[in-house]
């Protein structure tokens, strides 16, 4: 059965120079999608993907993440919007990475696409009325 699960990599000093998405290619037959990434030489990294492939093969290149030191996260939760909270101040429109929300110059409103959403948290810190929360 295939599958297809984003995840976010973290990755310790120690292993952001290594060709460890690559070994997920060519060793169990995944294929990504990098939906964002933050790895600079000689600190943390972090990495959001998309991986595909069969559930076996899947399961196999977890556990060589896990094995090789990665912390991994599921995104299995997602970010909402309080509706009633949300004043469409438009800080998160700037700060957004993904480009999940848009100012609407005629209305003045904030549209928020959650399928654009990468559920990086950026927009939890920065939304002043909190509007913005995690859904599990």
Not at 17 to 23: C, E, F, T, Y
Not at 39 to 61: N, W
Not at 94 to 104: M, N, R, S, V
Request: proline residues 4%; charged residues 25%; contains cysteine.
């Amino acid at each position: 059965m295939a599958v297809a699960k984003k995840i976010v990599l973290r990755f310790p000093r120690r292993l952001v120079d290594q060709p460890i998405v690559s070994r997920l290619v060519k060793e169990y037959n995944l294929d990504f999608n990098i939906l964002k990434a933050s790895i600079t030489p000689d600190e943390e990294g972090l990495m959001v993907l998309e991986l595909r492939g069969e559930q076996a093969d899947y399961d196999r290149g977890i556990r060589y993440l896990t094995k090789t030191g990665l912390r991994i996260q599921s995104l299995s939760q997602g970010v909402i919007r309080n509706e009633e909270r949300c004043t469409h101040c438009g800080a998160c429109v700037t700060i957004c990475p993904a480009g999940a929300f848009e100012l609407d110059l005629v209305t003045r409103r904030v549209a928020f696409d959650d399928e654009k959403c990468l559920v990086c948290g950026i927009c939890l810190m920065a939304c002043p009325p909190r509007a913005m929360e995690l859904h599990f």
